[in-house]
């Protein structure tokens, strides 16, 4: 049975860091992409980065980019998202998922292309 826990997350002022974690189990973990996507209230969900299954390729939506860094280690079977210099617009439930079939994530990003999520996380940026 494939499953996704994530831990992390929770409030930080703006400039603040948090680190969200993503433990995979039921599946050969660095056979396959994962990617962090998150959903802001009021908002649909949107794809924030993405890694190969050899932690290649690491790749950043423009909002984040030089401040969030992905990562996994397929020892652990575990992926990350270290966020820093996190803005209020940062705020959101964030989710790590499975891409179906493929060590790869694919663009562009399509929610259909990933077969198992996370249970999400709240990240809330606030002062």
């Known amino acids: 049975q494939v499953q996704l826990v994530q831990s992390g997350g929770g409030l930080a002022q703006p400039g603040g860091s948090l680190r969200l974690s993503c433990v995979a189990s039921g599946f050969r973990f660095d056979y396959y992409g994962m990617i962090w996507a998150r959903q802001a209230p009021g908002k649909g969900l949107e794809w924030v980065s993405g890694?190969?299954?050899?932690?290649?390729?690491?790749y950043y939506v423009d909002d984040v980019k030089g401040r969030f860094t992905i990562s996994r280690d397929n020892a652990k079977n575990t992926l990350y998202l270290q966020m820093n210099s996190l803005k209020p617009e940062d705020t959101a439930v964030y989710y790590c998922?499975?891409?179906?079939?493929?060590?790869?994530?694919?663009?562009?990003?399509?929610?259909?292309?990933?077969?198992?999520w996370g249970q999400g996380t709240q990240v809330t940026v606030s002062s």
């Open positions: 998922a499975k891409r179906q079939y493929a060590n790869y994530y694919g663009k562009p990003f399509s929610p259909d292309d990933y077969d198992s």
């Open positions: 890694i190969y299954g050899d932690g290649s390729e690491p």
